[in-house]
T-cell receptor, first 114, second 112 residues
Framework: GENVEQHPSTLSVQEGDSAVIKCTYS??????FPWYKQELGKRPQLIID?????GEKKDQRIAVTLNKTAKHFSLHITETQPEDSAVYFC?????????????FGTGTRLLVSP | DVKVTQSSRYLVKRTGEKVFLECVQD?????MFWYRQDPGLGLRLIYF???????EKGDIPEGYSVSREKKERFSLILESASTNQTSMYLC???????????FGSGTRLTVV
């Protein structure tokens, strides 16, 4: 079935440490993998995405890696800051909808302590 | 900047009432979606629409219906509100694949 698993559900780090969030997906044809950040009381916002023809993408302190063979992808945040504290959702575009629908993971609550 | 606007930020309704949640986007997106967000359950898809007058059931459509009479507007209808429909409801829109969603600010619905 349509499933994206996300781990861990909660992650606590000290400011300046790195944080890694991992997701696995079940649709081997999925070709688009976005990550969303949701701050408390706000809407989820797209922070980075990757397509299946790319293995890694970076944007300043944020990077995403994709392993298509293993069907997993990860979000890496380096030099974490308190403003990185939020809930992060991974997602995958599902092939049975012409890749027009995203299936989301259950979210990771990241807490960065000063 | 793409704007996805949900008509109400907070809503309190009584059990059995018919409830309308409205969502409007201003970027000519083809796709529109309704999700509900509950702690520990993430984002669950209720209904989505790829075009005007077109709708598809998501993962949890029971107790809900939708309407898309115009491209920019997607309405979620709770036919007879129940307490287990108390939740945060998020609307999203996107162009066709790849579906980089833009979310609305959400409507926190409480059914008493």
């Amino acid at each position: 079935g349509e499933n994206v698993e996300q781990h861990p559900s909660t992650l606590s780090v000290q400011e300046g440490d790195s944080a890694v969030i991992k997701c696995t997906y079940s649709d081997s044809a999925s070709n688009y993998f976005p990550w969303y950040k949701q701050e408390l009381g706000k809407r989820p916002q797209l922070i980075i995405d990757i397509r299946s023809n790319v293995g890694e993408k970076k944007d300043q302190r944020i990077a995403v890696t994709l392993n298509k063979t293993a069907k997993h992808f990860s979000l890496h945040i380096t030099e974490t800051q308190p403003e990185d504290s939020a809930v992060y959702f991974c997602a995958a575009a599902w092939s049975n909808t012409g890749f027009q629908k995203l299936v989301f993971g259950t979210g990771t609550r990241l807490l960065v302590s000063p | 900047d793409v704007k996805v606007t949900q008509s109400s930020r907070y809503l309190v309704k009584r059990t059995g009432e018919k409830v309308f949640l409205e969502c409007v986007q201003d970027m000519d997106h083809e796709n529109m979606f309704w999700y509900r967000q509950d702690p520990g359950l993430g984002l669950r898809l209720i209904y989505f629409s790829y075009d005007v007058k077109m709708k598809e059931k998501g993962d949890i459509p029971e107790g809900y219906s939708v309407s898309r009479e115009k491209k920019e507007r997607f309405s979620l209808i709770l036919e007879s509100a129940s307490t287990n429909q108390t939740s945060m409801y998020l609307c999203a829109s996107s162009f066709r694949a790849p579906p980089g969603y833009t979310f609305g600010s959400g409507t926190r619905l409480t059914v008493v």
